[in-house]
C-alpha cells in the first residue's frame, strides 16, 4: 500500500513499531541482517573425517554465537571443484568463511573475490601462499606434528631402520610440512634412521595400500612406514596384510579418523599423531565473529597435537584428538 494512502492512525502505529523492526533486523551478534549473520565453511574433502569433525566444531560454535551456518566443500581433493564452491558460496555473500584451500595459489583469486565482497574469511588447516588473504589463520603446527611422528617412529624402532613414506601429493602445504619436520628431525637426532622414498599415491586408500605392496617390493629391508594423512593412513594395513607383513613393519599415521583408530586398536598401525579438528573449527568462528563485531582478531593460531598409541587411546583427556564421522 503506497504510504500517501495511510490514515494518521496507521502511520503513528508504524512510527511506534519502527525500533522494533530495526532491532529484529540485527541478530543476537549485531551483525545486521541478512548473510552478514552467517557462516560458511568450506572443505578441502567433504567426506574426509577430519573436514567432518571441523565442521562439527564451526556449526557448533555458530549456533552458540547466533549465526546461520551452511557447509560446502569438494568431495575429492580438487582444485576446480573447490573453486566451483567458493564460487557459489561468494555469490550468498555470507559475513563469514572458513575455508582450507586445497591448492597454495590456485585458490588465492577466488578466495581475494569473497574477501573483497565483504566477507570475513578464516584460512584454516592448510594455507595460501599469499599469506595477506585471510584475517586468521589456524592450523596445527604440522612441522611440529611432523617432528613429532619422528620422535614416536625412533621409539619404536630403536636406532636404525629404513622408512618410507606415503604422501597424498607433493602440493598440500600440511602434509608437505609433516614431511619436512619429519626429515629434519630424523637428520638432527636419529642418523640411523633413513629414508629409502617418500611417494605421492593420491588421496585414497586404495592408492596407499597399492603403493606398500611396490615399496616392500623395492626394499625388502624396510621397517617402518610413515603415512602423511587420513587417507594414506586407512590403506597402509591393507597393503601390509596384502603383503602378509602386518605387525612387522612399524607404521605410524597422521590424523586419526575412525577407521585409522580400528587400525590402531587391530594392530596395522602402532601410533597416530592427531589434529584438534573441532577446536580448528570452533575458534575459526569465534575469530570471524570477532572480525565480524569489530573485536581483535588471533592471528595464527596453533591448535594442539596428541600422539596416541594402544596405550593412551582410552584416556578420555585424548578423546577430543579422535574425529568424527558426523556431528
Ligand atoms: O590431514 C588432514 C588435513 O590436515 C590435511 O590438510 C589433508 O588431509 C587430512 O584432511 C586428512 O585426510
Redesign the pocket.
Known sequence: MPARSLRPTALAALALLAPALLLTACDSTGNGNGSGSSIAFVA??TG?P??ITMKCGASAEAKKLGYSFSATGSADWSVPEQVTAVNSVTANRPGGVLI?PVDPNSLAAPVKTLQSAGTKVAIV??SLTDTSLGVTHIS?DNTQGGTQAADTMAGLLGSSGEIVILT?DLT?T??NARIDGFKQQLAAKYPGLKIDDIRQVG?TAQGAASAVGDELAAHPTLTGIFTA???TGEGVGTGLKNAGRQGKIKVVS??AGPQQVQALESGAVDALIS?DPYGIGQQAVDQLANALTKKPVTDPIHTKLASITRDNLHDPALAHFLYKADC
Open positions: 578441502g574433502k574426509d577430519f573436514y582450507s588447516d592448510t596445527s597424498p598440500t600440511t602434509t588421496d594423512n587420513s587417507q597422521f590424523d589434529q
